[in-house]
């Protein structure tokens, strides 16, 4: 084969995958919202910040946390700001999420670490949250995480 039409055929290979890669990452304007209310979620946490996850939580929210624990909002936001836990960085590795109308599911990997009664901890997990908007703000009303052990 001519090394001119080999050339021509990667190219064109390449600029076809280039294509079809950028529109599969074409993100909404409301997946882009929800996808940011999960990092002030995160640094809301981070840093103890119980009035801005109250902003961000449906007062419905069921959490289920890594270790299977079952929380309400009240209890969620009371674990954030107990005493002993000190999370030095909450952050997604990875995200994305998908709107159905007035609700969006976001899936990722997160990674925490942190103290915890003065011992150091590293996690990382899945997590699946389910956000609702109703008169045009999104909240959380389900988040469910799960610990990736290797």
Avoid at 19 to 28: D, Y
Avoid at 131 to 147: E, G, I, M, P, Y
């Amino acid at each position: 084969m001519n090394l001119r039409l080999i050339v021509a055929l990667f190219v064109s290979l390449l600029a076809l995958v280039t294509l079809s890669h950028g529109r599969s990452q074409t993100m909404s304007e409301d997946e882009g919202r929800v996808l940011a209310l999960e990092t002030a979620w995160n640094h809301a946490e981070q840093s103890k910040d119980v009035a801005a996850l109250d902003q961000l939580l449906a007062p419905e929210l069921i959490y289920i946390d890594y270790d299977g624990s079952l929380m309400n909002k009240e209890q969620f936001l009371a674990a954030v700001k107990r005493e002993g836990l000190s999370p030095s960085q909450i952050v997604n590795e990875s995200q994305s999420a998908k709107v159905f109308g007035d609700c969006a599911v976001v899936t990722g990997i997160y990674r925490e670490k942190g103290t915890s009664n003065g011992k150091p901890y590293t996690r990382r997990g899945r997590f699946t949250d389910t956000w609702v908007r109703t008169d045009n703000t999104w909240r959380c009303v389900a988040s469910q995480s799960t610990l990736i052990l290797h």
